[in-house]
Antibody, heavy 123, light 107 residues
């Protein structure tokens, strides 16, 4: 059974860089894309971006200028960096696996999630 | 970006009720839609993908339907553990947007 374990700094000052890592245990790493998703307090979910084992990435255009997602296949880990953070970046950050089903075409979904990391940006 | 609008945003219902949540997309997304359940302090849980396919292990009282721009999530007989917030997500195109959520509360 696949499990995601995530960690990273929980308190940042404005203008600093957010850095989180997610480790994948118990399943295939190379067959999937791996995502980051965030949720501000009391609000909805926002997809940040994704990466696969070969380092191919896709980002949310609204965050693209500040986001870098990287992968370490030797450790089955992927990481998120978000630069120049502000209070608006305060959120719970989740890592997740993008599962897929092929039935004449590919259907995707987020089927495995980490427990979330609370990140607060405050001076 | 494709916008998803869920209705209602809040829903009050009783155990045993049948409830339906609607998700409307700003443009056609075929069947590239998933539904999630989220409880306070927890990560979302996948319920439905490809608009109508039940994720393994999810009770059969949950069902999804729709294609194009209008989708529904139905819970046929509410159980106490179903009171939560529900989100739809489109996976037709980046940036994989979510609906704003529907909070299902006990009446």
């Amino acid at each position: 059974q696949v499990q995601l374990q995530q960690w990273g700094a929980g308190l940042l000052k404005p203008s600093e860089t957010l850095s989180l890592t997610c480790a994948v245990y118990g399943g295939s790493f190379s067959g999937y894309y791996w995502s980051w998703i965030r949720q501000p307090p009391g609000k909805g979910l926002e997809w940040i971006g994704e990466i696969n084992h070969s380092g191919s990435t896709n980002y949310n255009p609204s965050l693209k200028s500040r986001v870098t997602i990287s992968v370490d296949t030797s450790k089955n880990q992927f990481s998120l960096k978000l630069s120049s953070v502000t209070a608006a970046d305060t959120a719970v950050y989740y890592c997740a696996r993008k599962g897929w089903l092929f039935s004449s075409r590919y259907y995707y979904y987020m089927d495995v999630w980490g427990k979330g990391t609370t990140v607060t940006v405050s001076s | 970006d494709i916008q998803l609008t869920q209705s209602p945003s809040f829903l009050s219902a009783s155990v045993g009720d049948r409830v339906t949540i609607t998700c409307r997309a700003s443009q056609g997304i075929s069947s590239y839609l998933a539904w999630y359940q989220q409880k306070p302090g927890k990560a979302p849980k996948l319920l439905i993908y490809a608009a109508s396919t039940l994720q393994s292990g999810v009770p059969s009282r949950f069902s999804g339907s729709g294609s194009g721009t209008e989708f529904t999530l139905t819970i046929s007989s509410l159980q106490p553990e179903d009171f939560a917030t529900y989100y739809c997500q489109q996976l037709n195109s980046y940036s994989y947007t979510f609906g704003q959520g529907t909070k299902l509360e006990i009446k």
